[in-house]
Protein backbone atom coordinates (compact mmCIF):
# COMPACT_ATOMS: atom_id res chain seq x y z
CA UNK A 1 0.00 0.00 0.00
CA UNK A 2 2.90 2.82 1.04
CA UNK A 3 4.26 1.50 -2.27
CA UNK A 4 1.63 2.80 -4.15
CA UNK A 5 1.23 6.01 -2.64
CA UNK A 6 4.95 6.59 -3.05
CA UNK A 7 4.12 5.95 -6.75
CA UNK A 8 1.11 8.05 -6.70
CA UNK A 9 3.14 10.83 -5.25
CA UNK A 10 6.38 10.49 -7.54
CA UNK A 11 3.96 10.34 -10.98
CA UNK A 12 1.86 13.74 -9.61
CA UNK A 13 5.26 15.27 -9.24
CA UNK A 14 6.75 14.37 -12.66
CA UNK A 15 3.68 15.54 -14.46
CA UNK A 16 3.54 18.88 -13.12
CA UNK A 17 6.94 19.26 -13.96
CA UNK A 18 6.22 18.17 -17.31
CA UNK A 19 3.74 20.66 -17.85
CA UNK A 20 5.94 23.36 -16.08
CA UNK A 21 7.47 26.21 -18.20
CA UNK A 22 11.56 26.14 -18.99
CA UNK A 23 13.36 27.24 -15.51
CA UNK A 24 16.41 30.13 -15.90
CA UNK A 25 15.56 31.11 -19.25
CA UNK A 26 15.10 27.68 -21.24
CA UNK A 27 18.24 26.58 -19.15
CA UNK A 28 16.09 23.71 -16.95
CA UNK A 29 17.17 21.19 -19.90
CA UNK A 30 20.85 21.74 -19.31
CA UNK A 31 20.16 21.91 -15.78
CA UNK A 32 18.80 18.60 -15.25
CA UNK A 33 21.32 16.97 -17.31
CA UNK A 34 24.33 18.63 -15.34
CA UNK A 35 22.56 17.05 -12.54
CA UNK A 36 22.23 13.54 -13.74
CA UNK A 37 26.33 13.41 -13.81
CA UNK A 38 27.68 12.81 -10.76
CA UNK A 39 31.04 14.56 -11.74
CA UNK A 40 29.71 18.12 -13.25
CA UNK A 41 30.96 21.24 -13.18
CA UNK A 42 27.99 22.52 -11.16
CA UNK A 43 28.16 23.44 -7.58
CA UNK A 44 25.25 21.50 -5.83
CA UNK A 45 24.46 20.69 -2.10
CA UNK A 46 22.29 17.63 -2.37
CA UNK A 47 20.06 16.84 0.64
CA UNK A 48 18.99 13.29 0.05
CA UNK A 49 16.63 11.73 2.85
CA UNK A 50 16.91 8.06 2.90
CA UNK A 51 13.64 6.27 5.42
CA UNK A 52 13.64 2.50 5.75
CA UNK A 53 11.40 0.90 7.74
CA UNK A 54 10.53 -2.98 9.11
CA UNK A 55 14.38 -3.71 10.11
CA UNK A 56 15.02 -6.93 11.69
CA UNK A 57 13.29 -8.83 14.62
CA UNK A 58 12.06 -5.76 16.30
CA UNK A 59 10.00 -3.86 13.39
CA UNK A 60 12.87 -0.79 13.34
CA UNK A 61 12.86 1.93 11.17
CA UNK A 62 16.14 4.10 10.07
CA UNK A 63 16.22 7.58 8.57
CA UNK A 64 19.22 8.97 7.14
CA UNK A 65 19.83 12.51 5.69
CA UNK A 66 22.38 12.61 3.49
CA UNK A 67 24.15 16.06 2.86
CA UNK A 68 26.62 15.84 -0.70
CA UNK A 69 28.07 18.79 -1.58
CA UNK A 70 29.38 18.76 -4.91
CA UNK A 71 32.39 21.60 -5.58
CA UNK A 72 34.17 21.54 -8.32
CA UNK A 73 38.01 23.13 -9.21
CA UNK A 74 39.73 24.09 -12.64
CA UNK A 75 43.12 22.85 -12.37
CA UNK A 76 43.94 23.35 -16.40
CA UNK A 77 42.44 24.17 -19.09
CA UNK A 78 41.35 20.29 -20.06
CA UNK A 79 41.46 18.57 -16.01
CA UNK A 80 38.80 19.32 -13.49
CA UNK A 81 38.90 17.85 -9.94
CA UNK A 82 35.27 17.40 -8.92
CA UNK A 83 35.20 16.83 -4.85
CA UNK A 84 31.95 14.82 -3.35
CA UNK A 85 31.21 14.81 -0.09
CA UNK A 86 28.44 12.56 1.66
CA UNK A 87 27.71 13.10 5.71
CA UNK A 88 25.15 11.63 6.84
CA UNK A 89 22.70 12.37 9.59
CA UNK A 90 21.16 9.64 11.07
CA UNK A 91 18.41 8.27 13.44
CA UNK A 92 17.58 4.91 13.76
CA UNK A 93 14.84 3.12 16.27
CA UNK A 94 14.74 -0.62 17.40
CA UNK A 95 17.82 -1.32 14.55
CA UNK A 96 20.13 -2.68 17.45
CA UNK A 97 17.50 -3.82 19.51
CA UNK A 98 13.81 -3.65 21.02
CA UNK A 99 13.29 -0.11 22.65
CA UNK A 100 16.58 0.91 22.08
CA UNK A 101 17.29 4.31 19.73
CA UNK A 102 20.91 5.63 18.10
CA UNK A 103 20.92 9.46 16.57
CA UNK A 104 23.55 11.67 15.20
CA UNK A 105 26.47 11.59 12.60
CA UNK A 106 27.81 8.64 10.85
CA UNK A 107 30.78 8.08 9.13
CA UNK A 108 31.66 10.77 5.96
CA UNK A 109 32.76 9.26 2.42
CA UNK A 110 34.97 12.22 0.54
CA UNK A 111 35.79 11.31 -2.94
CA UNK A 112 38.12 13.47 -5.38
CA UNK A 113 37.31 12.96 -8.90
CA UNK A 114 40.22 14.01 -12.04
CA UNK A 115 38.13 14.05 -14.53
CA UNK A 116 39.15 15.86 -18.28
CA UNK A 117 37.29 18.55 -19.43
CA UNK A 118 37.16 17.38 -23.54
CA UNK A 119 36.13 13.75 -23.85
CA UNK A 120 33.14 11.95 -25.71
CA UNK A 121 32.77 9.97 -22.83
CA UNK A 122 32.41 11.62 -19.46
CA UNK A 123 34.73 10.07 -16.59
CA UNK A 124 36.57 10.43 -13.71
CA UNK A 125 38.94 9.15 -11.46
CA UNK A 126 40.59 9.29 -8.01
CA UNK A 127 40.72 8.61 -4.29
CA UNK A 128 37.72 8.03 -1.80
CA UNK A 129 38.20 8.35 1.82
CA UNK A 130 35.85 7.06 4.63
CA UNK A 131 36.37 9.68 7.58
CA UNK A 132 35.17 8.04 11.03
CA UNK A 133 33.14 11.12 11.72
CA UNK A 134 30.37 8.53 13.34
CA UNK A 135 28.97 10.23 16.83
CA UNK A 136 28.15 6.93 18.18
CA UNK A 137 29.03 3.16 17.90
CA UNK A 138 26.42 1.73 16.01
CA UNK A 139 26.27 4.49 13.69
CA UNK A 140 30.09 3.60 11.67
CA UNK A 141 32.56 2.22 12.07
CA UNK A 142 35.64 3.82 14.03
CA UNK A 143 38.19 3.23 10.77
CA UNK A 144 39.49 5.66 8.48
CA UNK A 145 39.89 3.91 5.06
CA UNK A 146 41.31 4.74 1.77
CA UNK A 147 40.53 3.77 -2.04
CA UNK A 148 40.09 3.70 -5.62
CA UNK A 149 36.60 5.79 -7.38
CA UNK A 150 35.56 5.64 -10.73
CA UNK A 151 32.92 7.05 -12.75
CA UNK A 152 31.71 7.00 -16.55
CA UNK A 153 28.86 7.95 -18.30
CA UNK A 154 27.26 8.98 -21.60
CA UNK A 155 24.81 11.55 -22.23
CA UNK A 156 22.73 11.41 -25.72
CA UNK A 157 19.38 12.90 -26.46
CA UNK A 158 18.22 13.37 -23.20
CA UNK A 159 19.62 10.16 -21.47
CA UNK A 160 22.10 9.85 -19.26
CA UNK A 161 23.96 6.31 -18.51
CA UNK A 162 26.36 5.40 -16.47
CA UNK A 163 27.79 4.21 -13.26
CA UNK A 164 29.86 4.64 -10.30
CA UNK A 165 31.91 2.27 -8.27
CA UNK A 166 34.57 2.45 -5.11
CA UNK A 167 36.48 0.39 -3.01
CA UNK A 168 37.53 0.96 0.12
CA UNK A 169 39.86 -0.60 2.90
CA UNK A 170 40.18 0.56 6.24
CA UNK A 171 43.75 1.55 7.11
CA UNK A 172 43.74 2.86 10.85
CA UNK A 173 41.07 3.17 14.12
CA UNK A 174 39.94 1.05 16.35
CA UNK A 175 42.06 -2.25 17.05
CA UNK A 176 38.55 -3.63 18.56
CA UNK A 177 36.19 -3.03 15.60
CA UNK A 178 35.92 -4.64 12.46
CA UNK A 179 38.30 -4.11 9.20
CA UNK A 180 36.66 -2.51 6.20
CA UNK A 181 36.94 -4.14 2.54
CA UNK A 182 34.10 -3.11 0.60
CA UNK A 183 32.93 -2.39 -2.67
CA UNK A 184 30.37 -0.36 -3.93
CA UNK A 185 28.86 -0.25 -7.66
CA UNK A 186 26.10 2.43 -8.35
CA UNK A 187 24.78 1.92 -12.17
CA UNK A 188 22.25 4.56 -13.30
CA UNK A 189 20.20 5.47 -16.18
CA UNK A 190 18.20 8.64 -16.35
CA UNK A 191 16.05 10.27 -18.93
CA UNK A 192 15.61 13.81 -19.15
CA UNK A 193 12.44 15.97 -20.43
CA UNK A 194 13.50 19.79 -21.68
CA UNK A 195 11.30 20.92 -18.96
CA UNK A 196 13.81 19.38 -16.43
CA UNK A 197 11.62 16.43 -15.20
CA UNK A 198 13.00 13.31 -15.51
CA UNK A 199 12.88 10.04 -14.39
CA UNK A 200 16.25 7.61 -12.98
CA UNK A 201 16.79 3.92 -12.66
CA UNK A 202 19.25 4.08 -9.63
CA UNK A 203 20.60 0.79 -8.29
CA UNK A 204 23.52 0.58 -5.42
CA UNK A 205 25.26 -2.76 -4.42
CA UNK A 206 27.61 -2.94 -1.87
CA UNK A 207 29.86 -6.20 -0.75
CA UNK A 208 31.09 -6.46 2.18
CA UNK A 209 34.22 -8.48 1.72
CA UNK A 210 35.38 -9.28 5.50
CA UNK A 211 31.97 -10.37 6.40
CA UNK A 212 30.79 -11.80 2.54
CA UNK A 213 27.56 -10.06 2.87
CA UNK A 214 25.57 -8.31 0.26
CA UNK A 215 23.49 -5.26 0.16
CA UNK A 216 20.88 -4.21 -2.72
CA UNK A 217 19.00 -1.35 -3.43
CA UNK A 218 16.52 -0.59 -6.12
CA UNK A 219 15.48 3.49 -5.79
CA UNK A 220 13.04 3.57 -8.97
CA UNK A 221 11.32 5.17 -10.13
CA UNK A 222 12.93 8.12 -9.06
CA UNK A 223 10.73 11.17 -10.47
CA UNK A 224 12.63 14.54 -10.37
CA UNK A 225 12.03 18.11 -11.37
CA UNK A 226 13.46 21.82 -11.28
CA UNK A 227 12.29 25.02 -10.08
CA UNK A 228 12.74 28.34 -8.97
CA UNK A 229 12.66 29.78 -5.10
CA UNK A 230 13.01 33.08 -5.78
CA UNK A 231 16.38 33.25 -7.51
CA UNK A 232 17.24 30.26 -6.32
CA UNK A 233 17.09 27.21 -8.45
CA UNK A 234 16.05 23.83 -6.79
CA UNK A 235 15.90 20.28 -7.60
CA UNK A 236 13.29 17.83 -6.51
CA UNK A 237 13.05 13.83 -6.26
CA UNK A 238 11.54 11.00 -4.85
CA UNK A 239 11.32 7.67 -5.65
CA UNK A 240 10.09 4.18 -3.67
CA UNK A 241 13.36 1.80 -2.37
CA UNK A 242 13.42 -1.61 -2.96
CA UNK A 243 15.36 -3.93 -0.68
CA UNK A 244 16.75 -7.30 -2.03
CA UNK A 245 19.15 -8.46 -0.04
CA UNK A 246 20.71 -8.88 2.78
CA UNK A 247 18.15 -12.03 4.59
CA UNK A 248 17.46 -9.43 6.87
CA UNK A 249 16.80 -6.21 5.40
CA UNK A 250 13.98 -3.11 5.85
CA UNK A 251 10.86 -4.44 4.28
CA UNK A 252 10.47 -0.96 2.17
CA UNK A 253 12.04 2.68 2.23
CA UNK A 254 11.47 6.24 0.26
CA UNK A 255 14.45 8.43 -0.88
CA UNK A 256 13.40 12.13 -1.33
CA UNK A 257 15.87 14.30 -2.21
CA UNK A 258 15.77 18.47 -2.42
CA UNK A 259 19.00 20.11 -4.53
CA UNK A 260 20.03 23.73 -4.45
CA UNK A 261 22.44 24.52 -7.20
CA UNK A 262 24.18 27.58 -7.74
CA UNK A 263 25.59 27.24 -11.78
CA UNK A 264 28.41 28.70 -12.91
CA UNK A 265 28.00 32.47 -14.57
Do not use: C
Amino acid sequence: MLKSIFLLVGMLLFTLNIRAQDTDGGNAAELAKKLANPIASLISVPFQSNWDVGIGAHNGSKMVLNVQPVIPFTLTENLNLITRWIVPIVSQYDVTGENTSQAGLGDAVLTGFFSPSKSDLTWGVGPAFLVPTATDQFLGTEKFGVGPSVVALKQTNGWTIGGLANHLISVAGDENRGEVNATFINPFVAYNWKSGAGITFNLEYTHDWENDVDVLVLNFPTFSGITKFGKQLMSFGISPRFHFAPDVRPAYGLRAAVIPVFPKK
